[in-house]
């Protein structure tokens, strides 16, 4: 599937720090499009599933983290993970490609990566 195909069928944009970002779509219960007992395309997720719940945006504050665990069952459970794996997911996002909407002919700032 070629990728702008992809991403008007799966993505919808999300206003993003000045910008819009691309975000998988959610289900009506706000799970994502790809999760039935499981991911669906687990090996090939994008980075906004690879490094979730570690978001810098969801690690600003223990108010806005515990809301992260009311909402979402895995996050707060399990194994403990280390700082430097915290760390290692927030600059993979932070060093995911930046483009432009208007590289895919759009006209605002998003982040996607390869």
């Given at each position: ?9 799966y993505c919808r944009w999300v206003d993003w ?89 759009y006209d605002r700032r998003i982040q996607i990566?390869?």
């Open positions: 599937m070629p990728a702008d195909e992809f991403i008007q069928v720090d000045g910008g819009a970002r691309l975000s998988l779509k959610e289900k009506t219960s706000l799970d994502c499009i790809f999760w039935k007992d499981g991911c669906l395309i687990y090996e090939a997720r994008p980075v906004q599933c690879r490094t979730y719940p570690f978001w810098a945006s969801m690690l600003d504050s223990e108010e806005v983290w515990l809301c992260t665990t009311e909402r979402c069952p895995g996050a707060g459970s399990g194994s403990l993970v280390s700082g430097e794996y915290i760390e290692s997911c927030m600059e993979l996002d932070r060093s995911a490609e930046i483009l432009t909407k208007k590289d895919l002919g990566t390869k």
